[in-house]
């Protein structure tokens, strides 16, 4: 079983809908989570940030933590084709310098 | 700043042959790190650093090296290509352990 499980899509939304993104895991010593973007070839860019549980809004985007369900989320309101792009989640450990991917969900936009 | 630079952006070489990807960043970060992308499996640790002349394994290190004299590069050599190794590699630095990486633009790799 992988350290991180995210559902690879791809997810097809009409514009101006509410896309909504997740990822599940298992380490529970993960208390960074983190949110990178990743247009077609091109490199990932990071999105949000979040430290342990909550939530965090900046924009169009709000990003969830539930450490108890180990469990994230991405949401993106009134959304927009220029919002077509593969999502990634990540996390880390205190201390630790790596990260730990998802897959990736590929989500499109229609105009 | 140019950020994370990577070169060269394609490359294609023959099953036994070796060459190195090249990193290079201009934002004084300590930590910098190499990934490997393949289709559904999404972006695997190969090697990385956190500061000039330490290097440790990632998750897929095998038939990879690499290594790190100064801050700024950190070349990732390809010792003895083969095929499985076809794929998207891509340069990530942090100035804050592994949080917030800054990815370079990736070298897309394949092996014949």
């Known amino acids: 079983q992988k350290e991180v499980e995210q559902d690879p899509g791809p997810l097809s939304v009409p514009e101006g809908a509410i896309v909504s993104l997740n990822c599940t895991y298992s380490n529970s010593a993960f208390q960074y989570f983190m949110w990178y973007r990743q247009y077609s070839r091109k490199g990932p860019e990071l999105l949000m940030y979040t430290y342990s549980s909550g939530n965090k809004e900046d924009g169009r985007f709000t990003a969830q933590v539930d450490k108890s369900s180990k469990y994230i989320s991405l949401f993106i309101r009134d959304s927009q084709p220029s919002d077509s792009a593969t999502y990634l989640c990540a996390m880390s450990a205190p201390n630790d310098y790596k990260l730990s991917f998802g897959a990736g969900t590929t989500v499109t936009v229609r105009a | 700043n140019a950020g994370v630079t990577q070169t060269p952006k394609f490359q294609v070489l023959k099953t036994g042959q070796s060459m190195t990807l090249q990193c290079a960043q201009d934002?004084?970060?300590?930590?910098m790190s190499w990934y490997r992308q393949d289709p559904g499996m999404g972006l695997r640790l190969i090697h990385y650093s956190v500061g000039a002349g330490i290097t440790d394994q990632g998750e897929v290190p095998n038939g990879y090296n690499v290594s790190r004299s100064t801050t700024e590069d950190f070349p990732l050599r390809l010792l003895s290509a083969a095929p499985s190794q076809t794929s998207v590699y891509f340069c990530?630095?942090?100035?804050?352990?592994?949080?917030?990486?800054?990815f370079g633009p990736g070298t897309r790799l394949t092996v014949t």
């Open positions: 990530a630095s942090s100035y804050n352990k592994g949080y917030e990486q800054y």
């Open positions: 934002m004084n970060h300590e930590y």
